[in-house]
């Protein structure tokens, strides 16, 4: 398919399709006019295919100006009239229209590994771009600060680490985030853009801090530092989980046969004194005393009872 020499829209999502997509290729341009690649929902392995991020032309240098929508009237009926769901910020669209500057990319839902390459910045016409739900470990490259047109990045659920590259700040038409469940660490890049992102964009990346997280970041390292009534939290909720419901029930049960055990003792002996008083009544001691002789003279022998 790579080869064929006017395919702009290639949707494959929801199968059952596996394979390695970096495999050496066989064509020397492949999909030049390639906007819509949605492999989505499939069990693809391997590493991300950094050949075809070098060569999708169509995804690069789109001028937007209406005398390059189209070309010729085949384009035109193309442009017009082609219909596609697929998937954007969330949301299963249908299109009924395919403009000249609308790209996607959205490998989501695979088996990927290894890095996210830097030749993904290569595509500086890319609009929509969805890696989420991979095994791509590594940092995010700061080549996407280069994709100036980008609406929507979603990297999460992944195996991300390092910190948020400053320069995705640039992304001034970026209006959909999601960074979240990776393990990316430090602060939080702070931009008129991104201060419209809100915690969702960052959930499960326990090392990031800054704004619109509740953690502080110090501010010469940016090392995350926790507030005083987090902290206290934290601790409780240590204590708790460093003992467990079994340590407990255990505890409770031993201290519920100990205090029966004490009772039964103190009513049976009437010991200490002060404790029986204060529980049973002034003279409860004296009064168990007086029952015990009466049991004592009734259990003495006749020769006893004449003596």
Same mark, same amino acid.
């Given at each position: 398919?790579?080869?064929?020499?006017?395919?702009?829209?290639?949707?494959?999502?929801?199968?059952?399709?596996?394979?390695?997509?970096?495999?050496?290729?066989?064509?020397?341009?492949?999909?030049?006019?390639?906007? =819509?690649?949605?492999?989505?929902?499939?069990?693809?392995?391997?590493?991300?295919?950094?050949?075809?991020?070098?060569?999708?032309?169509?995804?690069?240098?789109?001028?937007?100006?209406?005398?390059?929508?189209?070309?010729?009237?085949?384009?035109?009926?193309?442009?017009?009239?082609?219909?596609?769901? #697929?998937?954007?910020?969330?949301?299963?669209?249908?299109?009924?229209?395919?403009?000249?500057?609308?790209?996607? #990319?959205?490998?989501?839902?695979? &088996?990927?590994?290894?890095?996210?390459?830097?030749?993904? !910045?290569?595509? &500086?016409?890319?609009?929509?771009?969805?890696?989420?739900?991979?095994?791509?470990?590594?940092?995010?490259?700061?080549?996407?600060?280069?994709?100036? =047109?980008?609406?929507?990045?979603?990297?999460?659920?992944?195996?991300?680490? !390092?910190?948020?590259?400053?320069?995705? @700040?640039?992304?001034?038409?970026?209006?959909?985030?999601?960074?979240?469940?990776?393990?990316? =660490?430090?602060?939080?890049?702070?931009? @008129?853009?991104?201060?419209?992102?809100?915690?969702?964009?960052?959930?499960?990346?326990?090392?990031?801090?800054?704004?619109?997280?509740?953690?502080?970041?110090?501010?010469?390292?940016?090392?995350?530092?926790?507030?005083?009534?987090?902290?206290?939290?934290?601790?409780?909720?240590?204590?708790?989980?460093?003992?467990?419901?079994?340590?407990?029930?255990?505890?409770? !049960?031993?201290?519920?046969?100990?205090?029966?055990?004490?009772?039964?003792?103190?009513?049976?002996?009437?010991?200490?004194?002060?404790?029986?008083?204060?529980?049973?009544? =002034?003279?409860? @001691?004296?009064?168990?005393?007086?029952?015990?002789?009466?049991?004592?003279?009734?259990?003495?022998?006749?020769?006893?009872?004449?003596?």
């Amino acid at each position: 398919m790579e080869a064929l020499p006017e395919l702009r829209v290639l949707v494959l999502k929801s199968n059952k399709f596996d394979g390695n997509m970096s495999l050496p290729s066989r064509s020397n341009l492949p999909f030049q006019k390639l906007q =819509v690649l949605d492999i989505s929902d499939n069990e693809f392995v391997g590493s991300l295919p950094q050949t075809y991020f070098k060569n999708f032309r169509a995804m690069m240098d789109v001028k937007e100006n209406k005398t390059d929508l189209i070309t010729s009237s085949d384009d035109f009926d193309f442009l017009r009239y082609v219909e596609m769901r #697929i998937t954007l910020k969330g949301l299963d669209l249908l299109l009924k229209r395919l403009l000249k500057t609308f790209t996607t #990319i959205d490998l989501s839902s695979n &088996n990927f590994s290894g890095s996210i390459p830097d030749s993904i !910045g290569n595509l &500086n016409s890319l609009r929509y771009l969805n890696l989420s739900h991979n095994n791509l470990m590594g940092h995010i490259p700061a080549s996407l600060g280069n994709i100036n =047109v980008l609406e929507s990045l979603d990297l999460s659920w992944n195996k991300l680490d !390092g910190g948020i590259p400053s320069v995705l @700040t640039r992304l001034t038409f970026l209006a959909d985030l999601n960074l979240s469940m990776n393990d990316l =660490v430090g602060q939080i890049p702070q931009s @008129t853009q991104f201060s419209t992102f809100e915690n969702d964009s960052y959930v499960g990346n326990l090392r990031l801090c800054g704004f619109p997280l509740t953690r502080k970041c110090n501010e010469e390292d940016g090392q995350r530092m926790q507030p005083e009534e987090q902290d206290d939290e934290d601790d409780e909720y240590g204590f708790i989980d460093g003992f467990g419901w079994r340590s407990v029930v255990m505890g409770y !049960g031993s201290g519920i046969i100990v205090g029966i055990g004490i009772g039964c003792w103190i009513i049976r002996f009437g010991r200490p004194r002060w404790l029986v008083e204060f529980f049973f009544g =002034v003279g409860y @001691t004296y009064k168990k005393n007086k029952k015990k002789k009466k049991k004592t003279r009734k259990r003495a022998t006749p020769t006893q009872r004449r003596s």
